[in-house]
C-alpha cells in the first residue's frame, strides 16, 4: 500500500525538499493509478480511474453473504440527499455531505475530525435536483472537495483543517457544484452544475498545492471557436452542457473523459443547430486542457438527456480485436461503446424503451430522430420515453470482467413533452416547455436492476423494484456479487450471475449512495451512506413521503 502523506516542513536544503516532494508526489499518483487493484483503500470515485466500481476481494461472497450483518453506523446529522461517495486511506474513512466533511474509523465508525462548510443562504434555491454533494479526492495529503455556491476547497487530511478555497463562478447566476474532483496527472478537475439556469459550462484544472487555476475549457462553443457554428448567434452564452459528475481518465493515453449534459433552454428549437458540446463526452489532455476528440450523443438535445455520467473504461474484445473501449448507458436510452483511443461509434442499442429515436445510424454516429420527436419539433404534444431522468440516472453502474456485464438501475418511464416560449431570468430556470412532471406504467415496474450486455443493450437478467425504482449506484466484486440499494432504505446484495436477491438490510432511510468495499489486516468491508432525497426525492410520487429523511453512513462485515 502506498501511503499518501502530506510534505509540511522538517526538510533542510532546498534541493534535498523539492526532490523528496517529487518523489512522495510521484508515489501518491502511481497509488491512484493503481487504485482499481488495490483493497485496501478507496482513493477514488468509481474504486479506480476506470470508474468500473468493480472489486476483486471475494471473501465475501455469493455463498456467505447471507451473513452479512451491521458493523457500525454513523448519523451525518444531515436531512438532505446523500450521494456521497466514501473515500478510505491510511485508516481513514472521509465522507461528504452538502455542508460537513467528516473524517471517521473506518472499523469503528468513531469521528476523527468534522469541518462544517458555511454557505449562503439562498444558494439552496439554486440547487437543480436535490441539496447534495457526491464525495472528495484524495492526493498529497489534501482532501479536495466542491461546494453547493461554486467553490473547491482543500483540507488537511487528517486534520480537517482547510488549506485553501478557490472560487470557481458565481452561484447566483444558477451555477453549482455537486460532484467528486478528480484527480489526474497531478491536476484537480472540476465540473459544474447549472444546465437549468441559463449558465454556460466548463471544466477547471486546478493546481493542488495552491487552488490556482490552471486551465478552463467551456463546455459550448463560442462564435470564433471550433464548434461554434452549431450555435445561432450568442446562445452558446447560455447553452448549457453542464459537467457535474466526476469524469474518468486512463493514464496510459493520459486523457481524462468527461461527460456534458443538457443544453439550454430545454426547448431545442431556441437554438437551432448541433450545439457543441452538449450532452457529448469529451476527450481532455489533464495538464492543459486540452480538447483531443468528443463525442456527441444527441445532438441539439430536446430532452435534457445529459451525458454527465460518462461511463466506464473497459478493456474488452470486439470481433476477435482487443479494444479500449468507453461505455455509457445515456439517458437518451441508448447504451454506447466508443473506441477510447479516438472516439469512434463501435455500438449503439436501446437498453430501455426508446421512441424518441429509431436507431443510433454506426456510421454518422447520430440518432435518426423518430417522427414523434419531428412532430415534437412541430409543435406536437406527445409521450416520450424515456423521461426526463432517462433510462439509467445520474447514479452510476458497475462492471464485472468475469460476466462481462454491466450492472445499472434503470427507469421505465416516459413524460408527456411540448414546446413553450423561453424567457431567460438570471437565477431561474429556462426550460423553454410545458413541464408536467413524468409518467409511470401502471402495470410494469417503474424500473430495474438491470446486467446488460454492452454490445447488444440486452439484459440477461432483470430484478425488478417494487413501487419506487432506485437511484442507487452499484458495487460489483469478485465474489459474483453486485451491491445497490432501494428507495425505501434496504441495502442488498445481489447474485451477478443470476439477479437473485441474497441478502437485505434495513438502514431507516432511501438509498441514493454509492456502495464501496475494502479490506483491512485481510477482512473484507462494505460501506454505504444512506439517506432519501435528490432527484427522485422531488419527483417521486407520494409514497417517497413514508420513507424517512436523515443521512447515516453504514459499515458491514461477515462474521
Known amino acids: 500500500m502506498v501511503q499518501i502523506r502530506s510534505l509540511v516542513g522538517g526538510v533542510a536544503g ?12 510521484a508515489q501518491s499518483l502511481e497509488a491512484l493509478k493503481q487504485d482499481a487493484k488495490s483493497t485496501d483503500d ?32 454513523y448519523s451525518l446529522n ?17 465522507v461528504t455531505t452538502h455542508n460537513t466533511t467528516v473524517a471517521l474509523d473506518p472499523l469503528t465508525g468513531k469521528q476523527l475530525w468534522k469541518q462544517d462548510i458555511e454557505l449562503p443562504q439562498d444558494v439552496f434555491k439554486m440547487a437543480c435536483c436535490g441539496i447534495v454533494n457526491r464525495g472528495a479526492a484524495i492526493f498529497d495529503g489534501k482532501l479536495f472537495r466542491a461546494t453547493l455556491d461554486a467553490h473547491i476547497i482543500a483540507l488537511d487530511a487528517k486534520t480537517g483543517k482547510q488549506l485553501w478555497k478557490s472560487k470557481a463562478a458565481d452561484y447566483k447566476d444558477g451555477q453549482a457544484m455537486t460532484g467528486a474532483p478528480l484527480i489526474a496527472n497531478g491536476v484537480v478537475i472540476t465540473g459544474i452544475a447549472g444546465g437549468e439556469y441559463g449558465t454556460r459550462g466548463f471544466i477547471d484544472g486546478w493546481e493542488p498545492a495552491t487552488g490556482k487555476k490552471l486551465w478552463r475549457i467551456y463546455t459550448t462553443a463560442a462564435p470564433g471557436e471550433k464548434g461554434g457554428d452549431t450555435w445561432p448567434g450568442d446562445t452558446a452564452m447560455k447553452g448549457g452542457a453542464p459537467s457535474w459528475l466526476t469524469g474518468a481518465y486512463d493514464p496510459e493515453l493520459d486523457l481524462v473523459y468527461w461527460g456534458t449534459g443538457n443544453g439550454g433552454p430545454w426547448n431545442a428549437e431556441a437554438r437551432k443547430g448541433d450545439n457543441l458540446y452538449v450532452d457529448s463526452v469529451l476527450a481532455i489532455r489533464p495538464s492543459t486542457g486540452e480538447l483531443v476528440w468528443h463525442y456527441q450523443f444527441s445532438p441539439n438535445d430536446l430532452y435534457d438527456y445529459d451525458a454527465t ?14 479494444k479500449k473501449v468507453l461505455t455509457q448507458a445515456n439517458r437518451n436510452g441508448f447504451f454506447y461503446v466508443l473506441d477510447r483511443t479516438n472516439g469512434k461509434l463501435l455500438a449503439a442499442n436501446p437498453y430501455v424503451k426508446v421512441n424518441w429515436a429509431d436507431k443510433i445510424d454506426l456510421t454518422t454516429g447520430r440518432p435518426v430522430e423518430s417522427d414523434v420527436t419531428k412532430r415534437i419539433r412541430a409543435g406536437g404534444d406527445e409521450e416520450v420515453w424515456p423521461s426526463v431522468v432517462g433510462g439509467k440516472n445520474w447514479n452510476p453502474m458497475s462492471w464485472n470482467p468475469s460476466t462481462g456485464l454491466a450492472y ?41 436492476l438491470s446486467a446488460i450486455d454492452p454490445m447488444t443493450g440486452k439484459s440477461k437478467w432483470q430484478m425488478a423494484w417494487p413501487g419506487q425504482p432506485s437511484m442507487a449506484g452499484t458495487l460489483s466484486t469478485a465474489g459474483d456479487l453486485v451491491f ?47 439517506g432519501a432525497g435528490g432527484v427522485w426525492g422531488l419527483l417521486g410520487d407520494e409514497r417517497m413521503a413514508s420513507v424517512p429523511a436523515g443521512g447515516s453512513v453504514w459499515t458491514f462485515e461477515v462474521r
Open 14 to 25: 532546498g534541493v534535498m525538499a523539492v526532490a523528496l516532494m517529487a518523489g512522495a508526489q
Open 484 to 530: 445497490t440499494g432501494a428507495a425505501t432504505g434496504e441495502f442488498m446484495a445481489v447474485n451477478a450471475s443470476t439477479g437473485e436477491k441474497l441478502w437485505q438490510f434495513q438502514t431507516g432511510s432511501g438509498i441514493i449512495g454509492l456502495p464501496v468495499t475494502w479490506s483491512h489486516n485481510g477482512k473484507q468491508y462494505v460501506s454505504v451512506v444512506s
Open 78 to 94: 444531515n436531512p438532505q440527499g446523500q450521494e456521497s461517495q466514501p473515500i478510505v486511506f491510511d485508516g481513514v474513512m472521509y
Open 408 to 448: 445499472a438501475n434503470t427507469l421505465n418511464m416516459s413524460w408527456p413533452y411540448q414546446l413553450a416560449k423561453p424567457e431567460y431570468k438570471r437565477g431561474e430556470w429556462y426550460l423553454g416547455v410545458n413541464f408536467r412532471g413524468v409518467t409511470m406504467p401502471k402495470d410494469q415496474p417503474h424500473g430495474y
Open 309 to 322: 455520467e460518462v461511463g466506464m473504461l473497459v478493456d474488452m474484445k470486439i470481433n476477435g480485436e482487443n
Open 42 to 73: 478507496v482513493l477514488t470515485y468509481g474504486m479506480g480511474y476506470n470508474n468500473q466500481r468493480y472489486s476483486p476481494l471475494k471473501q465475501i461472497n455469493s455463498r456467505n453473504v447471507a451473513n452479512m450483518t451491521a458493523k457500525w453506523s
